[in-house]
């Protein structure tokens, strides 16, 4: 099963190559703050195995929490340049800071499937190389 350390490593090295300068954060001081800080930006990594079977809810070992749910939402309308970054089997989905509020909301009966988060990313591929190119400067507006 991979990790998010084993995510982190996967992505780190494409980072490091166009000189995004990632570090990764751990901050219990401010519950909620982002896995990985860049020159550009912000993310929070998350990590599947696989997709469930006949496009069911993505059950997540650590979905994104309200503090880091809050956190993303908050940046991102302040103007930040903040993603969650999710891996699920090889491919690679990021999701803007504002819409991870929604995606993985209290409310909502079921976590997302595989429909929902295709079509709610702003990036998708097969290598964390795309993944990193396009966390260079991936919010445009």
């Given at each position: 099963m991979p990790s998010e350390k084993?995510?982190?490593?996967v992505l780190r090295t494409p980072m490091v190559k166009i000189k995004?300068?990632?570090?990764?954060?751990?901050n219990p001081a401010l519950p909620g703050t982002p896995d990985v800080n860049y020159i550009e930006g912000w993310t929070e990594l998350k990590h599947a195995d696989r997709?469930?079977?006949?496009?069911?809810?993505l059950q997540?070992?650590?979905?994104?929490?309200?503090?880091?749910?809050?956190?993303?939402?908050?940046?991102w309308h302040n103007g930040g340049n903040c993603w969650l970054t999710l891996r699920v089997g090889r491919e690679w989905l990021i999701?803007?800071?504002?819409?991870?509020?929604?995606?993985?909301?209290?409310?909502?009966?079921?976590?997302?499937?595989?429909q929902e988060?295709?079509?709610?990313?702003?990036?998708?591929?097969?290598?964390?190389?795309?993944?990193?190119?396009?966390?260079?400067?991936?919010?445009?507006?």
């Open positions: 084993q995510m982190w490593d995004l300068d990632p570090v990764r954060v751990e997709w469930p079977p006949r496009g069911g809810p997540l070992n650590h979905p994104p929490t309200p503090e880091q749910r809050t956190w993303l939402l908050r940046r999701f803007r800071g504002c819409d991870v509020i929604t995606l993985w909301a209290d409310t909502r009966d079921a976590p997302p499937n595989k988060l295709e079509a709610a990313a702003a990036w998708r591929g097969e290598t964390p190389a795309g993944a990193a190119a396009f966390l260079v400067d991936g919010r445009l507006d």
